[in-house]
């Protein structure tokens, strides 16, 4: 029902900046809550960024707020990733996930969401 696809990867200088897309298809996706994660071989994939479909709350991880800002364009069937002041810890797989009715209520958990993007490599260099 609900199909996702990353875009906006890449190689950045510590520092730098990249923007993340999501484009998702499928009729229920302007009321699905997003979420972003990202993984990292040897590690566990862990939470960056949550939204939910009304835009009325919005969740960080904390190694990433003030620094990440996630956004969407329900009009465009879009979710945003806005990552500044990158550093060589955020090198990862980053993927976005949607929340379809009935909502989970833990935002940061990945049983949360029901589909998942394939993710895109963002590289971060010092």
């Known amino acids: 029902q609900v199909e996702l696809v990353e875009s906006g990867g890449g190689l950045v200088q510590a520092g730098g900046s990249l923007r993340l897309s999501c484009a998702a298809s499928g009729r229920t996706f302007s009321k699905s809550g997003m979420g972003w994660f990202r993984h990292t071989p040897g590690k566990q994939r862990e939470f960056v960024a949550a939204i939910t479909w009304d835009d009325d709350s919005i969740y960080y991880a904390k190694s990433v707020k003030g620094r990440f800002r996630i956004s969407r364009d329900n009009a465009k069937n879009t979710v945003f990733l806005q990552m500044n002041s990158l550093k060589p810890e955020d090198t990862a797989v980053y993927y976005c996930?949607?929340?379809?009715?009935?909502?989970?209520?833990?935002?940061?958990?990945?049983?949360?969401?029901?589909?998942w993007g394939q993710g895109t490599q963002v590289t971060v260099s010092s």
């Open positions: 996930a949607a929340d379809p009715p009935p909502y989970g209520t833990m935002p940061d958990r990945q049983y949360t969401y029901a589909y």
